[in-house]
């Protein structure tokens, strides 16, 4: 997909100057670096479209078109992207399993998957499990595309041949993932995926014991 390219800059406020001049507008430059900052992973021309949409609304095209009315025309709802999210996950544990590693066109799905387990662990759910993932999955990745947040991501998930060859100490034995979605953009989330630390847990008698030693450790100062 070809976004908007630093060059489309001068076009980009050409055509937002225009759409505000039809609302009765003038843009500022904190209107337009809003609007670039946020539009600017678009094509231009699907940009273009969406204004044209905006003011075709009958219900909201009667109002000045805000940075998160043109992204929900582009992107849909935060609920919707987590629908679309989901069907290409499904389509892909069915497809590719558990055996190979994946690496999809969408950081925040590894996010999210991992959270929920990670891949080997959900391409092995039961069936009837799998409407209850699903519906994890799409509110955990409709939360994060609310705050338009994206963590730390993996560069793939790990499936279980890879995981076997690191645990019989092959950890150099190139497996060669399989790209799920825009292969480009999967290469980009591969090459910009780091290692995500696992989560350290403590149980609570662990901590009240570093508690203790601190207090005895700071009596004994204040008796010195």
């Keep these: 997909m070809k976004t908007v390219q630093p060059s489309d800059r001068k076009p980009f406020a050409d055509v937002l100057t225009e759409v505000m001049a039809y609302y009765g507008k003038e843009v500022s430059p ?15 021309e699907d940009v273009s479209r969406a204004f044209t949409l905006h003011a075709r609304d009958p219900d ?25 999210a989901w ?5 892909a544990v069915r497809c590719v399993g558990a055996n190979r590693s994946v690496v999809f066109d969408d950081p925040l799905i590894h996010v999210v998957i991992i959270e929920m387990g990670g891949w080997i662990p959900l391409c ?10 699903a519906r994890e999955f799409e509110k955990r990745y409709a939360a994060y595309r609310l705050r338009r947040e994206v963590p730390v991501f993996p560069p793939r998930l790990i499936g279980d ?14 497996v060669q993932p399989v790209l799920i ?5 999967a290469q980009r989330v591969m090459e910009r995926g780091q290692a995500v630390p696992a989560l350290r847990i403590t149980d609570s008698k662990t901590v009240a014991g570093h508690v203790l030693a601190h207090l005895v450790d700071h009596c004994k100062g204040e008796a010195a």
């Design 161 to 174: 041949n890879e995981a076997q060859n690191k645990l019989n100490g092959f950890s150099d034995y190139a």
């Design 87 to 91: 069907a290409k996950v499904d389509r």
């Design 181 to 185: 979605g825009d292969v480009g953009r």
């Design 60 to 84: 909201r095209g009667q109002f000045t078109p805000k940075l998160a009315d043109i992204t929900r025309l582009l992107e849909g709802s935060t609920t919707t992207q987590g629908m679309r």
């Design 30 to 44: 904190f209107q337009l670096d809003v609007f670039w900052q946020g539009l600017k992973s678009h094509e231009f």
């Design 124 to 133: 092995r759910s039961q069936e009837d499990e799998m409407p209850f993932k």
